[in-house]
């Protein structure tokens, strides 16, 4: 995305009442006045360049990014209150070291908070599409750096001196002949209104901090329990609550045949029926839970219950767009791959804290799109939006889980019910059944070449609806006439194009969706459509090279569009030993990706002697994001998106019976254990290649998924086409 550049900046900043040092900071450009400024938004990329979603939500952000507020406090403490969630992926430490960086301060003095549902910010309080960083980068030091200003113009102010002769360092102004004074002493100074400072940011080529491999912030507080969930809150009052849900997908309750006998059992305190079930409150969740097991209930059918593996695979393979070139008087390679549904299956499962008053209501949970929440639920329990206040809480995993708030809904109703503060957890059964999953999909490619040219590759993608609802559908109808992917074109379509881009030139390349309008419960899944579509394509890409004789890395760097992503492959070339000789049984695969301005790839080894119990023993990833905040933060997505694929391609998946899914744990829910990780794994960061960082959250899963297909292909000598591919129902289902 276009930006001005760095010496062309200045920044508008707005002090806010307080005794000590409060801002918030707008960047402008000097060729535009003051007024003009407040309407200024980034443009759209040119046409040399590629639109992404990244690139729509920074665009969306833009309006609000000057209504980020730093404080820094008498004691020298800066606190930033980030308009975002913190869900494991590193954020608070990432944003922590930019405004430790610009203000010259120790990182253990800065503290990053995630605020409260704040409408006035409208689009600029969603967390997904691997944004956080890219769109706060800017604003986040802006901020930090106009703190910096005030405190040497209050230092120069203190001493009658030339403030372009001060110093800061270590959360001080220093002068030339020794004078020192801590920001928390001159934090009361800084803040007043009759006080000017000229703020630049610093250059990249000048960082110490930013682009270091840092700890997590939130590390030892996390490792030791410290570390406060929705479910760790003391609310007063709040009570355990767990919901009986229907035997199927969007059931609802036609009659409670026992409600007097569980009211009468140990512990229970109130019953109430609401939109998804049976709500039933107890002393303890224990007693929750065998109450709302207890329960005698009739229910109303569901929106999907005749549904199951084979009549979903039967829906999306009559429902996959035809092809457009006849594989005739050339070569031509075609195939069909099938991606079962998956989890998100966070670690936290779905939870929520909800005081709902006449007047008044009070939420708590782990959020990435409060706003909507907070509408949404004033909404429900009928209340004006402004006597609603939800507070957004550190999440235990999302993976997209959490753009979603259905804990949240229900908490509020219920509490509306039972007229008592609730606290909410859904058991992993609930969250395994009847939480959001990766929609099933199912891929035909046709790839076609002559003279040892791609001609033509052809892509047609048919996917289970993927539910939309949870924010971003708004900022892409609001952006919709700014995009030229928007229009008429439905959400998902539009991420799709925004998302899914070939990284080589194969002729004439065309990538298409259709939707299935089943009413599953999906949503945004790690790397959404990139991890199916584009792990499908990186299989056909090394079955096009056996086609043409030539080896899967050469072939790719042939082809390969973008010197980053050229470079990255060459990286994991070197640093895995592409080609060195493995005994039978054993092999390795490679495969690339470039989403959200960066690039990775990856090459994996395999131990495939059990076709069906395959394991990778070493996995080499590279990984270009631009500008890196925190490398260490960045080998620790990748490392995620590697387990998610070692997953998902080889054995977690969702089974669908009657309308729901059989898996209702871990035990079922085949995730990577630790037995099922490579004992060897190198991530390897490159420099940086640009003054922004890209996007990183999803970056890490589509190449693993490529790779590990293709490694086991060649290991086994069995093309993979179903994904996950060891996928039997090896367990007694839990009762519905």
């Avoid at 969630?85 to 503290?111: F, H, K, R, S, Y």
């Avoid at 309080?125 to 200003?149: C, D, H, M």
């Avoid at 959200?596 to 080894?605: N, R």
Wanted: glycine share 8%.
């Amino acid at each position: 995305m276009s930006q001005p550049t760095t010496d062309r900046r200045r920044f508008l900043t707005f002090l806010v009442a307080a005794p000590t040092l409060t801002l918030a900071t707008k960047i402008t450009v000097d060729a535009v006045s003051p007024d003009e400024a407040e309407a200024v938004i980034p443009t759209l990329p040119g046409p040399a360049e590629i639109l992404d979603l990244g690139d729509v939500l920074t665009l969306s952000c833009a309006p609000t990014a000057n209504m980020l507020v730093l404080g820094v406090s008498a004691d020298g403490k800066v606190r930033l209150e980030l308009p975002r969630a913190e869900v494991g992926q590193g954020i608070t430490t990432a944003t922590a070291m930019l405004v430790a960086e610009e203000m010259d301060l120790p990182l253990e003095q800065v503290e990053v908070v995630l605020s409260d549902a704040r409408p006035e910010l409208l689009f600029n309080q969603l967390t997904g599409g691997s944004n956080t960083i890219r769109s706060v980068y800017g604003p986040v030091r802006a901020a930090a750096a106009a703190a910096r200003a005030r405190m040497v113009a209050a230092a120069a102010k203190q001493w009658n001196a030339d403030a372009t002769r001060l110093s800061t360092r270590d959360g001080a102004v220093y002068a030339p002949d020794g004078r020192k004074s801590s920001y928390g002493a001159l934090s009361a100074l800084a803040a007043r209104t009759d006080l000017t400072a000229n703020a630049t940011l610093k250059r990249e080529a000048d960082f110490k901090l930013v682009g270091t491999p840092t700890s997590r912030k939130d590390a030892r507080a996390m490792v030791t329990g410290q570390l406060q969930y929705t479910l760790d809150l003391d609310v007063p009052g709040a009570m355990p609550v767990m919901v009986r849900r229907p035997p199927s997908i969007n059931g609802t309750v036609k009659t409670v045949d026992n409600e007097a006998a569980v009211r009468a059992m140990p512990g229970i305190i109130d019953l109430a029926v609401v939109p998804t079930g049976v709500a039933v409150m107890a002393e303890t969740f224990g007693q929750a839970l065998d109450g709302k097991n207890a329960l005698d209930v009739t229910w109303n059918p569901g929106t999907v219950d005749a549904e199951n593996n084979a009549s979903i695979k039967k829906k999306l393979q009559a429902a996959a767009l035809p092809f457009v070139v006849p594989p005739l008087l050339t070569q031509y390679v075609d195939a069909e791959f099938d991606f079962a549904f998956a989890s998100h299956a966070p670690m936290e499962s779905n939870s929520a804290v909800a005081d709902v008053r006449d007047d008044h209501a009070t939420i708590w949970a782990g959020l990435k799109s409060p706003i909507l929440a907070k509408q949404t639920i004033a909404q429900a329990i009928g209340l004006p939006e402004n006597k609603v206040t939800v507070h957004v809480q550190q999440g235990g995993g999302s993976f997209g889980r959490r753009l979603f708030f259905d804990a949240a809904l229900e908490a509020a109703q219920i509490s509306k019910a039972m007229k008592k503060p609730v606290r909410l957890m859904w058991s992993r059964i609930d969250d395994m059944r009847h939480g959001r999953a990766r929609a099933a999909s199912h891929h035909k490619i046709r790839a076609t070449f002559a003279l040892g040219q791609v001609l033509t590759f052809e892509h047609r993608v048919a996917s289970i609806e993927t539910d939309w609802g949870h924010g971003l559908g708004e900022i892409l109808t609001a952006f919709a006439a700014k995009l030229p992917v928007g229009g008429n074109l439905s959400f998902a379509q539009t991420v799709f194009l925004l998302t899914i881009k070939s990284p080589y030139n194969f002729g004439v390349t065309t990538q298409l969706l259709n939707e299935v309008p089943l009413k599953f419960h999906t949503g945004a899944w790690r790397s959404v459509y990139s991890a199916n579509t584009r792990g499908a394509e990186e299989i056909m890409v090394d079955e096009i090279a056996a086609k043409l004789g030539k080896d899967p890395v050469e072939f790719r760097k042939e082809f390969i569009k973008v010197d980053r992503q050229r470079k990255v492959l060459e990286k994991v070339a070197e640093l895995g030993e592409w080609g060195k000789a493995m005994p039978k049984g054993f092999a390795q695969g490679v495969a690339v990706h470039g989403e959200y301005k960066s690039y990775t790839a990856c090459l994996v080894e395999i131990d495939a002697r059990d076709p069906k119990k395959p394991r990778v023993t070493r996995a080499t990833i590279a990984v270009d994001v631009g500008r890196p905040v925190n490398p260490r933060g960045l080998q620790s997505q990748m490392l995620g998106g590697l387990t998610d694929a070692i997953s998902t391609t080889l054995t977690a998946g969702l089974h669908i019976d009657k309308g729901l899914p059989l898996e209702g744990s871990y035990s079922q829910f085949h995730y990577a254990r630790q037995k099922n990780s490579p004992p060897k794994v190198e991530v390897f960061v490159m420099p940086a290649t640009g003054d922004e960082p890209g996007g990183a959250g999803e970056l890490g899963l589509p190449a693993p998924v490529g790779a590990i297909a293709n490694a086991y292909a060649r290991a086994t000598g069995i093309k993979p086409r179903s994904f996950p591919i060891n996928f039997p129902v090896d367990f007694e289902p839990f009762p519905r």
